[in-house]
Structures are given as C-alpha cells and as structure tokens.
C-alpha cells in the first residue's frame, strides 16, 4: 500500500509544482515506485516541468468518468522508469471531478505505487480539498513571504479538517517545505528567517529550498530539478526533503549566504 | 550615525513578521469564529429537536463582533403544535429571540 501525500499551499506561485516534481523524481531515483498527480483541472502544468506535454492522450477526468483506463492515462517518465504522471486535464473544469471517482483512481495507484503525491491547485476550492481528501501526509509549501505564510496558515487549518482521515478522527502528518529561500535577503532583514516562519506555522521543517536560477532552468528544460540539476543547491535540499518523506533523519541545514564578507558583514549590522 | 545610514539596509523582515503574527492570531480566531456558530448550531438543533419537532433551516445562530464584547443570537422557529407540551409550553415563553453574551 502506498502513501498518498498532498503538495498544497493556498497561495499560487510558490513552487507546489516544481516540488512535486522534484520530490516525486528524488523518490524515484532511490528505485521506488512513484506517481505524480496533476488536480489542476484547466490549468494544468505538472506535464510541462515534467517535461512529457507531448505524451499526454488520456488525463484523470477521464479516468475519473471512465472513458479511459487509469493504465491508458499514466504517462512514463522518460529518464526514470519507476516514475509516471497522471496529468489533469487542459480543457474540463474541475466540476468534473467527483469525490467517488477520485476516490477510485487514488485507491488504484495506492495499490500500484509506493508514493502517490497530488499536486493541488491553488486556492481553498474544491479542487483543493479533492487534491487533500485522500492524503495520507501534507506537505505545505511556503515562501518566506507574508502573503503566501499567512495563506499557509490557513491551508494548516483545512488540512487538518478536510481530509477523510481527519473526519474519521485521526491526524493527517504535516510537512513544511520552505522554498524560494534567499539567505543573502534574509541576512540583510529583508526576508523573514527560518525561524519567523516556523514560530508563525508551527510545523515540522521538511527542508529549505533556496532561492536558485537553477529552478527555472530545470523547468525551461522540462525536467524535476531533481534530474537535470543534480548537483544544484536546490536540487540537493529537495533530495533532503524526500529522504525525510521516507522517514530517514537528514539533518537540516539552513542554507548560507555565499555572496562573501561584505554582504554578511552588512547583514550582520541590519539584525 | 544618520551619515552612516546608507550602509544601514532598511529592516523589513521584523516589520512583516509582526504584521504577520497579529494577522495569523486574527485569522485563526475569525475561523474558530465561523466552527463556533456551526458546532453551536448543531448542538442546539439536536437539544431542542429531541423536545419540539423544529425546522433545521429554522434555527439561525449569529455572532455580531462587538469591540469589546460579541453577542450571540440565536433564533429558533418552534412550530405551535410541538411534540411534547409541555415542553413546548415552556419554549413558548422564550420564543423568539435569546440572546446572551461571551466572552
């Protein structure tokens, strides 16, 4: 039986789909088996940073409706084989997920796979709360910026509701993955710290991605971070992140300002 | 000092972790708000659905968020021939609008 997990974040743009991505590949890469579920229905972009738009015939609304089998829909990795996507779709709207079929697919590829991670839309809708009704765990991601912690605040909240596992009683495991983090601001005081953000959401840490040209680079080539920028900082700190998933204990490391002396000579005058 | 300003970055980091701390709390309190009315208007349909056969669309719970204190409005729509009367006498005296405060 495999894990369901829930990449969400409330707030758009904060890296849900990279780090699905870069997750899924990084748990993939260690020989399990892993598949990465796009429920953005209508705006979908899972396919694109995975790099395999161009293999996308079947998607999970109709798999969902049954008009195409979940085998016919999966999407195979190119670099690695025990990695597939199930990609939404491009042109319904997310009314045509329902909660039974959905249910369906997800209790398939539990069977199927060691992790399914389902990459929620953003928002507090019903595409949302689908992506998180099934999870096993959540993983929020956050950036270490006002709007998208407070949003991450309030994803906490229906996280710990939403979810069949939190209405029959029990407690949904929750993850913080901090991305898009920049020392050099943060020593500066321009940028709220690891610890601000902690102190606010009070989650477990599941890693600190930083900031990096790296990610965009991966995503022009439409490929996980976690594949074609291996040796990268960001790349790195996401295999950290999915060897914490499994359950290893990684020590963390907060990412350092590599801008020299000067730089952290002012940071240090700014705190 | 003020000449030595310019090596000095403007601060911002501790400005937003304030604004964010007092907007979290507010966030929180205002959706334990919206669980509050929910859960008590449950409660109060089930306690007064085992006495008096009412309406579920009937029974409205409000808060109206006061500066110091809120008030919580309840309202409930009894209909004339209840299930028990005796019961249903008593709900007649307090028909219509019972209100108390919290907090």
Redesign the interface.
């Known amino acids: 039986m495999g894990k369901v997990i829930v990449v969400t974040s409330g707030k758009g743009g904060v890296g849900k789909t990279t780090s699905t991505a870069a997750l899924g590949a990084a748990l993939a890469r260690g020989g399990q088996k892993v598949v990465v579920v796009d429920f953005d229905v209508g705006l979908r972009n899972l396919d694109l940073v995975m790099g395999a738009e161009r293999r996308v015939v079947f998607d999970l609304i109709n798999v969902v409706q049954g008009t195409a089998k979940l085998a016919q829909a999966l999407v195979r990795d190119k670099r690695l084989e025990t990695l597939y996507l199930l990609p939404a779709s491009q042109t319904r709207d997310k009314d045509a997920l329902t909660e039974d079929g959905v249910a369906t697919v997800i209790a398939e590829l539990r069977e199927k796979f060691d992790w399914v991670i389902c990459d929620s839309p953003a928002g507090i809708e019903r595409g949302a709360t689908l992506a998180m009704r099934f999870a096993d765990e959540a993983v929020i991601v956050a950036n270490p ?2 709007s998208s ?2 949003d991450s ?2 994803m906490i ?1 229906l996280v710990d509701t939403k979810p069949l596992k939190a209405e029959a009683g029990g407690r949904l495991e929750k993850h913080l993955l901090i991305t898009r983090f920049d020392p050099a601001r ?1 020593a ?6 690891i610890g ?1 953000v902690l ?2 959401l009070s989650l477990p840490l599941l890693g600190i991605i930083p900031e990096s040209e790296e990610v965009l680079r991966a995503s022009n080539l439409g490929a996980p971070i976690t594949v074609c920028g291996r040796d990268s900082a960001p790349s790195r700190a996401y295999f950290d992140a999915a060897r914490r998933l499994g359950g290893e204990t990684v020590a963390m490391t907060i990412p350092s300002d590599s801008k020299g002396l000067l730089t952290r000579l ?1 940071g240090r ?3 | 000092m003020s000449r030595l300003h310019f ?8 400005v ?2 304030e ?3 007092n ?2 709390e507010h ?2 309190r205002l ?1 334990n708000h919206a669980d509050l009315v929910t859960v008590l208007r449950e409660e109060i349909y089930a306690l007064i659905g085992r006495h008096a056969a009412i309406d579920p669309g009937k029974v409205q719970v409000m808060v109206v968020r006061g500066t110091a204190t809120s008030t919580l409005a309840v309202d409930i729509e009894v209909p004339n021939r209840a299930r028990a009367p005796a019961t249903s006498r008593r709900l007649h005296e307090g028909e219509g609008k019972a209100a108390l405060s919290y907090r």
């Open positions: 910026e006002i912690v407070r605040s309030r909240g943060v500066r005081g321009e940028m709220l710290g601000d102190e606010i002012l005058r700014a705190a | 090596l000095t970055p403007v601060s911002s980091a501790p937003a972790r604004r964010l701390q907007l979290v966030d929180r959706v």
